[in-house]
């Protein structure tokens, strides 16, 4: 069966300091791949997501980037954290028009 | 532009009573459209989908939703309200372009006694 891994769960980096957000799929190949953000009582806002290997598409101009080394790892990252970075990030994937299977999350919080 | 309104931020409903959380889409084509529930802390789980044919469709844990077209709708109702179900629900369109789904704001429902 199909399982995806996020972790962290918790992080706090103070600002100014790098970012590395690991995401890995199993029982799946070629999935499609996303990273939401979630904000404190706001939705689901997209971050990026991926159609295959080094294959990137950015929804939002923002401070953050990612990166699809293989198959199924999607690596969220920022080279210098923001306040307005803090939140809750979810990574998903799906295969077709599917539902979206979530990960866990990572509650990241910047201070 | 794609994009997915929940007008209601929150809602409480007592116990047994009914429910219904608004949603209304904007997209260009014939949308795939998807119920999500959170609970806190943790990823979101699908309550239901509607991809073509009957417009009312069921999903898990009792709940149920009617694809209006000419409203642009994707309402979730529940007949009677469990305390369980207190959580956040989001709305969502599926759209073609990169497979994306695009998100609503989310509503939190409260279940009081």
């Known amino acids: 069966s199909q399982t995806i891994h996020q972790w962290p769960a918790t992080l706090v980096q103070p600002v100014g300091s790098p970012l590395s957000l690991e995401c890995t799929v199993e029982?799946?190949?070629?999935?499609?791949l996303y990273w939401y953000r979630q904000a404190a009582g706001r939705g689901l806002q997209l971050l990026f997501y991926?159609?295959?290997?080094?294959?990137i598409s950015s929804e939002v101009p923002q401070n953050l980037s990612a990166s699809r080394p293989q198959d199924r790892q999607f690596i969220l990252s920022s080279k210098k954290l923001l306040l307005s970075d803090s939140g809750f990030y979810l990574c998903?994937?799906?295969?077709?028009?599917?539902?979206?299977?979530f990960g866990s999350g990572t509650q990241l919080s910047v201070l | 532009a794609q994009s997915v309104t929940q007008p209601d931020i929150h809602i409480t409903v007592s116990e047994g009573a009914s429910l219904e959380l608004r949603c209304n889409y904007s997209?260009?084509?014939?949308?795939?459209l998807f119920w999500y529930v959170q609970s806190p802390g943790q990823g979101l789980q699908l309550l239901l989908k509607?991809?073509?044919?009957?417009?009312l469709v069921q999903g898990i844990k009792g709940f149920e939703a009617e694809f209006k077209r000419s409203q642009s709708s994707f309402n979730l109702r529940k007949p009677s309200v469990h305390w369980s179900d207190a959580a956040e629900y989001f709305c969502?369109?599926?759209?073609?372009?990169?497979?994306?789904?695009?998100f609503g704001a989310g509503t939190r429902l409260f279940v009081k006694a």
């Open positions: 997209y260009g084509a014939t949308p795939y």
């Open positions: 998903a994937w799906r295969t077709g028009n599917e539902k979206l299977f």
């Open positions: 029982g799946t190949s070629n999935p499609n």
């Open positions: 509607y991809f073509s044919g009957d417009t």
């Open positions: 969502a369109v599926g759209v073609r372009e990169g497979f994306k789904t695009i």
């Open positions: 991926s159609v295959g290997i080094g294959q």
